[in-house]
């Protein structure tokens, strides 16, 4: 069992910035994919940005530009970098970490209100 734990969410004002970081209890080299997922009232879940164990990372076209996906396997944790923020990237995000439909966790999500 992995426990994926968001953090660094919060209220920022239009044009602002946020980190959000996302530690796992276990090693997140041993997942393929790992990605930030966001739900805003009302909405489907969405991906946000996807990284692989290839290297490559993937954005969602509504963050292009914006948001930056890093790693850093020493301290088993991602990081969303978000700048420019609008209050539409208002949402609860969400970490994920995917191996196999066997081994695919997810945390329990930090919300993010972005004011105008």
């Known amino acids: 069992q992995v426990q994926l734990v968001e953090s660094g969410g919060g209220l920022v004002q239009a044009g602002g910035s946020l980190r959000l970081s996302c530690a796992a209890s276990?090693?997140?080299?041993?997942?393929?994919?790992m990605g930030w997922y966001r739900q805003a009232p009302g909405k489907e879940r969405e991906l946000v940005a996807e990284l692989t164990s290839a290297g490559s990372i993937n954005y969602a076209d509504s963050v292009k530009g914006r948001f930056i996906f890093s790693r850093d396997n020493a301290k088993n944790t991602v990081y969303l970098q978000m700048n420019s923020l609008k209050p539409e990237d208002t949402a609860v995000y969400y970490c994920?970490?995917?191996?196999?439909?066997?081994?695919?966790?997810w945390g329990q999500g930090t919300q993010v209100t972005v004011s105008s």
């Open positions: 994920r970490g995917y191996r196999t439909i066997f081994y695919d966790y």
């Open positions: 276990g090693s997140i080299v041993r997942f393929n994919v």
